[in-house]
């Protein structure tokens, strides 16, 4: 079985990217944690969504982005996905990553970029997710998050943190000392021991801690996971300390656990499904492959049998 470590390795090859981004047959396959090429598509994903429950969170995917000129087309897709959201009355806000705003090329450009966008939502009454991306960006992320969080309101931008990181309990403590709105994931990337934790007892064990800073804050934050366990520790933590199921949302992957989505929102729980589009799919693709190998198993046969 491939490692999750050798996935993780090739999500960042440029050339596997430029070539699996052009090879018509891998589109297809990835219409499982894809949602379409185009806004429209998505909107369509997003109404069906909503129709079972679910909320949603728009994503353009593209990261690490070189040219400037590609960094101001992101912030007009960003303000027509935000439009469009309006306009279709969908329930959804968006999720951007910084290093798609130029977080690589300089952390102004980056910060203004964003800006854009987080003016755009607050001016419509929706919200922006700022995602965390590997730990040689979290300080920045964080840094230009706080910037943002300063100029404007708790219900307009909000930040994730990654239970895999070694930091983020500190992280999780800063940032509610401000306040901030949170997503909790377990972290997507490949990392070194001396910054996350390599064993997934201790992802898990730190998941758990930072759930219950959380839901003990009194913010609406979004618990991101497909783990029972963690699920479930959330369910039992809520209950024992009198936390309502309207004071949270749980977060899914568009394509993961949908019979878990739905069940959720049946019970009466807020449910977010994360849903990307877009063209430069690979990355995001191979995190999921990653994720569980098995996937990869399940995707080579449906290429072979074309
Ligand atoms: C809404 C949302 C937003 C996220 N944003 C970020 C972010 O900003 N930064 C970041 O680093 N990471 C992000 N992630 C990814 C996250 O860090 C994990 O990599 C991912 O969620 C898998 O972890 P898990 O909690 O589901 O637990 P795991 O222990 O990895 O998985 C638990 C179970 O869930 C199922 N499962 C999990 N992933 C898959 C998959 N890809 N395909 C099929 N089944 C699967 C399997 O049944 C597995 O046994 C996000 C995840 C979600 C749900």
């Given at each position: 079985m491939v490692a999750r470590s050798t996935l993780l390795f090739l999500s960042r090859h440029e050339g596997l990217k430029d070539f699996a981004t052009h090879f018509k047959p891998f589109r297809k396959m990835t219409s499982r944690f894809v949602a379409g090429e185009d806004i429209e598509t998505t909107i369509g994903a997003i109404r069906e969504l909503n129709r079972i429950g679910c909320t949603?969170?728009?994503?353009?995917?593209?990261?690490?982005?070189?040219s400037r000129?590609?960094?101001?087309?992101?912030?007009?897709?960003?303000?027509?996905?935000?439009?469009?959201?309006?306009?279709?009355?969908?329930?959804?806000?968006?999720?951007?990553?910084?290093?798609?705003?130029?977080?690589?090329?300089?952390?102004?450009?980056?910060?203004?970029?964003?800006?854009?966008?987080?003016?755009?939502?607050a001016r419509r009454r929706n919200f922006v997710r700022i995602d965390m991306e590997d730990s040689a960006v979290t300080q920045a992320t964080l840094d230009i998050f706080r910037r943002l969080r300063s100029e404007f309101?708790?219900?307009?931008?909000?930040i994730v943190?990654?239970?895999?990181?070694?930091?983020?309990?500190?992280?999780?403590?800063?940032?509610?000392e401000i306040p901030a709105r949170i997503r909790l994931c377990k972290g997507a990337y490949n990392e070194p021991p001396e910054v996350a934790f390599p064993d997934k007892k201790d992802v898990d064990?730190?998941?758990?801690?930072?759930?219950?800073?959380?839901l003990k804050?009194?913010?609406?934050?979004?618990?991101?996971?497909?783990?029972?366990?963690?699920?479930?520790?959330?369910?039992?933590?809520?209950?024992?300390?009198?936390?309502?199921?309207?004071?949270?949302?749980?977060?899914?992957?568009?394509?993961?656990?949908?019979?878990?989505?739905?069940?959720?929102?049946?019970?009466?729980?807020?449910?977010?499904?994360?849903?990307?589009?877009?063209?430069?799919?690979?990355?995001?693709?191979?995190?999921?492959?990653?994720?569980r190998p098995a996937n990869l198993t399940f995707f080579l046969r449906q290429l072979v049998s074309r």
């Open positions: 949603a969170t728009f994503d353009h995917l593209n990261e690490s982005v070189t000129e590609e960094t101001e087309a992101e912030v007009r897709e960003y303000k027509r996905i935000l439009e469009r959201i309006d306009e279709t009355g969908i329930r959804s806000n968006v999720s951007i990553k910084l290093t798609q705003f130029g977080l690589s090329i300089d952390p102004e450009l980056a910060y203004r970029n964003a800006r854009a966008v987080v003016e755009e939502a309101d708790l219900d307009t931008v909000g943190v990654q239970s895999y990181l070694r930091r983020t309990r500190d992280d999780v403590l800063d940032l509610l064990e730190n998941y758990v801690r930072c759930m219950k800073l959380l804050s009194g913010v609406y934050h979004g618990i991101a996971t497909h783990d029972e366990r963690m699920i479930e520790a959330t369910e039992a933590f809520a209950r024992a300390e009198g936390i309502g199921r309207e004071q949270f949302e749980f977060q899914m992957l568009y394509g993961v656990r949908r019979d878990l989505q739905e069940g959720l929102a049946r019970e009466g729980y807020n449910v977010r499904v994360y849903v990307p589009y877009g063209k430069t799919w690979y990355p995001y693709f191979m995190r999921r492959l990653a994720e």
